[in-house]
C-alpha cells in the first residue's frame, strides 16, 4: 500500500522558516521521482519542487533561492526546507511520487502521480 504522509507545516511570521517532511512508503522510494507541490482555494495545484531518483533537482521560480529539497533514500523521507517565507507561500503543500499503481503493484512512472493529503502552510505579515 502505497502512503504518503506529510508533516511539518504550521504558522509562521513572514521571513521565518520551516522544513515540511513526507514519509513515504509501499513503494521503491529510492528510483521514483518526487515532488513537492502546493495549492491555494481557486488556485490551480503547483509545481514548488521536483527531485529526480539520481537526485536533481528543480524548483518553481518563485521559491527559487529560498526553499531546498532533499531526499533521505535510507529513511524513505523527502523533505522541503523553506526560508524567508512570504504571504504568497501559505497553501497547503502536498508530497507527490510518480508511482503508478498497479494490481501488480507500484511502479515507479515519471508523470504518473501518488498524492499524500498535504500539510497546511500559513504566512503571516
Known amino acids: 500500500q502505497v502512503q504518503l504522509v506529510e508533516s511539518g507545516g504550521g504558522s509562521v511570521q513572514a521571513g521565518g522558516s520551516l522544513k515540511l517532511s513526507c514519509a513515504a512508503s509501499?513503494?521503491?522510494?529510492?528510483?521514483?521521482?518526487m515532488g513537492w507541490y502546493r495549492q491555494v482555494p481557486g488556485k490551480e495545484r503547483e509545481l514548488v519542487s521536483f527531485i529526480s531518483s539520481d537526485g536533481g533537482t528543480s524548483y518553481a521560480d518563485s521559491v527559487k533561492g529560498r526553499f531546498t529539497i532533499t531526499k533521505d533514500n535510507r529513511m524513505s523521507r523527502l523533505y522541503l526546507q523553506m526560508n524567508s517565507l512570504k504571504t504568497d507561500d501559505a497553501a497547503v503543500y502536498l508530497c507527490?511520487?510518480?508511482?503508478?499503481?498497479?494490481?501488480?503493484?507500484?511502479?515507479?512512472?515519471?508523470?504518473?502521480?501518488?498524492w499524500g493529503k498535504g500539510t497546511q502552510v500559513t504566512v503571516s505579515s
Open positions: 509501499g513503494f521503491s522510494f529510492s528510483t521514483c521521482g
Open positions: 507527490a511520487a510518480d508511482v503508478l499503481l498497479t494490481t501488480r503493484g507500484a511502479y515507479c512512472v515519471r508523470g504518473e502521480k501518488v
